[in-house]
């Protein structure tokens, strides 16, 4: 049958997406989920193409990040047990002895909203605003890069095709990357512990939060007993959360060095180009190798290498102070020092679904210099108490630096000094003032 005279270019890229969609092909879409991360299992892959065909008919651009929650909390729902009302009891009662002896050891303030227990699907609600606004440059960069690839790729005699079709595109585009990041922040819910236990502040200012049947699962292996755990877990939470509250620009600094960085990403078009060249759409393990260990993803620029500096050393500040004061809040604990450890290494490794949204942005959020700023923390508050370290939290101005925590005697030095310590600049300036004031002409 000929083709419909009427039609418009854009109305046959779409059909024959759709076409390629609905299965009419030798085309496997498992093998699509597999190459685009997510598990071959039948609902998911029934679900991704249905959502792929959406995205051809949607008259939005870009990426439906409404997808992503819908993907997360699917994952989260279908492992989520109930917690039952004595061990939710229990969680409450630990985190009103973890405020008391956190009151012990900080002078910041407690939280004024009550710490919340939350589901693994609770969890994904409350968090994916923040993984949305983390992931967005990087989900942006990717369509642009599909379009990019496209509209040289086509042949010349497609261009009035190819006219029409960038939304279309951008949109199944975006579609995989919102499934991927649900796929990411779903298996997330199922291992993080507390809304601070990847570092960055996900939940809303003044919330702390632990997930029940997380706290369990972390407790099941380490042969300790299980109140201790709960209370630990609580006390690292509540002093997370208290940091955040007490230093109001820390929360969007945090933020806005990790948004600096993802926007400085690129997609490697010659990269995506070549995999297009050479894809078989039979064996895609090419283009999921390419995905799933951020080979599009370029080398790091020296300003995102910079970036990134910064901010390992903010997050292992934030975790190295969080360690101290729990360490001390928490000395009552006989276990204390065993749950500490277990927390560090958890922290330093990272679980799958943060190895798997380093490669999804480029991006690891691990304080790789825990150890070093922890002690760093402890040799401030042995020479000045708890009031002289949480002091440093007040502006980011006078916050430790990286060279602080490779000489912490130095810092300490500074702080204990009983006259400021003078640099080279304080002395030019006296310099400056003391000549200006021998050239000035005596009065009569």
Same mark, same amino acid.
């Given at each position: 049958?000929?083709?419909?005279?009427?039609?418009?270019?854009?109305?046959?890229?779409?059909?024959?997406?759709?076409?390629?969609?609905?299965?009419?092909?030798?085309?496997?879409?498992?093998?699509?989920?597999?190459?685009?991360?997510?598990?071959?299992?039948?609902?998911?892959?029934?679900?991704?193409?249905?959502?792929?065909?959406?995205?051809?008919?949607?008259?939005?651009?870009?990426?439906?990040?409404?997808?992503?929650?819908?993907?997360?909390?699917?994952?989260?729902?279908?492992?989520?047990?109930?917690?039952?009302?004595?061990?939710?009891?229990?969680?409450?009662?630990?985190?009103?002895?973890?405020?008391?002896?956190?009151?012990?050891?900080?002078?910041?303030?407690?939280?004024?909203?009550?710490?919340? #227990?939350? %589901?693994? !699907? &609770?969890?994904?609600?409350?968090?994916?605003?923040?993984?949305?606004? +983390?992931? /967005?440059?990087? @989900?942006?960069?990717?369509?642009?890069?599909?379009?990019?690839?496209?509209?040289?790729?086509?042949?010349?005699?497609?261009?009035?095709?190819?006219?029409?079709?960038?939304?279309?595109?951008?949109?199944?585009?975006?579609?995989?990357?919102?499934?991927?990041?649900?796929?990411?922040?779903?298996?997330?819910?199922?291992?993080?512990?507390?809304?601070?236990?990847?570092?960055?502040?996900?939940?809303?200012?003044?919330?702390?939060?632990?997930?029940?049947?997380?706290?369990?699962?972390?407790?099941?292996?380490?042969?300790?007993?299980?109140?201790?755990v709960r209370l630990y877990l609580a006390v690292r939470e509540l002093?997370?959360?208290?940091?955040?509250?007490?230093?109001?620009?820390?929360?969007?600094?945090? #933020?806005? %060095?990790? !948004? &600096?960085?993802?926007?400085?990403?690129?997609?490697?078009?010659?990269? +995506?180009? /070549?995999?297009? @060249?050479?894809?078989?759409?039979?064996?895609?393990?090419?283009?999921?190798?390419?995905?799933?260990?951020?080979?599009?993803?370029?080398?790091?620029?020296?300003?995102?290498?910079?970036?990134?500096?910064?901010?390992?050393?903010?997050?292992?500040?934030?975790?190295?102070?969080?360690?101290?004061?729990?360490?001390?809040?928490?000395?009552?604990?006989?276990?204390?020092?065993?749950?500490?450890?277990?927390?560090?290494?958890?922290r330093a490794t990272g679980g799958p679904a943060e190895s798997a949204?380093?490669?999804?942005?480029?991006?690891?959020?691990?304080?790789?210099?825990?150890?070093?700023?922890?002690?760093?923390?402890?040799?401030?508050?042995?020479?000045?108490?708890?009031?002289?370290?949480?002091?440093?939290?007040?502006?980011?101005?006078?916050?430790?630096?990286?060279?602080?925590?490779?000489?912490?005697?130095?810092?300490?030095?500074?702080?204990?000094?009983?006259?400021?310590?003078?640099?080279?600049?304080?002395?030019?300036?006296?310099?400056?003032?003391?000549?200006?004031?021998?050239?000035?002409?005596?009065?009569?």
């Amino acid at each position: 049958m000929a083709d419909d005279p009427r039609k418009e270019p854009e109305d046959e890229f779409r059909d024959m997406l759709r076409e390629f969609l609905s299965g009419n092909s030798e085309f496997d879409p498992g093998k699509l989920a597999g190459a685009a991360g997510l598990p071959n299992d039948p609902a998911l892959v029934a679900q991704m193409m249905s959502q792929l065909q959406s995205a051809l008919n949607s008259s939005a651009d870009g990426v439906n990040w409404d997808l992503a929650v819908q993907q997360a909390e699917h994952i989260a729902t279908r492992s989520s047990v109930v917690s039952l009302p004595a061990e939710r009891s229990q969680l409450e009662q630990a985190f009103h002895v973890a405020s008391l002896w956190l009151d012990e050891v900080t002078e910041i303030s407690e939280l004024t909203a009550t710490p919340k #227990l939350l %589901s693994r !699907t &609770e969890w994904v609600a409350a968090s994916m605003p923040v993984w949305t606004q +983390l992931t /967005e440059p990087v @989900a942006t960069s990717i369509a642009n890069a599909l379009t990019e690839v496209l509209a040289e790729q086509a042949p010349e005699e497609m261009n009035g095709m190819m006219a029409g079709a960038s939304r279309m595109m951008r949109n199944l585009g975006g579609t995989l990357f919102a499934m991927q990041l649900g796929q990411v922040v779903g298996q997330l819910s199922t291992e993080v512990v507390s809304g601070g236990d990847v570092g960055i502040p996900l939940l809303d200012d003044q919330h702390a939060a632990l997930i029940p049947q997380n706290v369990a699962a972390f407790g099941s292996g380490l042969d300790i007993p299980t109140e201790e755990v709960r209370l630990y877990l609580a006390v690292r939470e509540l002093a997370h959360a208290r940091l955040f509250r007490h230093a109001k620009w820390l929360r969007m600094h945090v #933020l806005s %060095s990790v !948004t &600096e960085f993802a926007r400085g990403i690129h997609i490697d078009t010659m990269r +995506l180009e /070549e995999l297009a @060249a050479d894809f078989d759409p039979s064996n895609p393990e090419e283009l999921r190798n390419a995905l799933s260990s951020g080979a599009l993803i370029p080398p790091k620029t020296p300003i995102q290498q910079a970036a990134l500096a910064r901010l390992e050393t903010m997050l292992a500040l934030i975790d190295g102070w969080v360690d101290v004061v729990t360490a001390r809040a928490t000395s009552r604990l006989p276990r204390a020092a065993a749950i500490a450890e277990t927390v560090r290494r958890r922290r330093a490794t990272g679980g799958p679904a943060e190895s798997a949204f380093a490669t999804l942005v480029g991006l690891e959020l691990r304080p790789r210099r825990l150890r070093e700023a922890a002690a760093m923390w402890q040799q401030v508050t042995d020479a000045t108490g708890d009031t002289g370290r949480d002091d440093l939290w007040a502006h980011p101005d006078i916050l430790p630096t990286a060279d602080d925590i490779d000489d912490p005697a130095a810092l300490v030095a500074r702080l204990t000094a009983s006259e400021p310590v003078r640099d080279d600049i304080d002395q030019a300036i006296e310099d400056l003032l003391s000549d200006n004031g021998e050239d000035r002409p005596k009065e009569d």
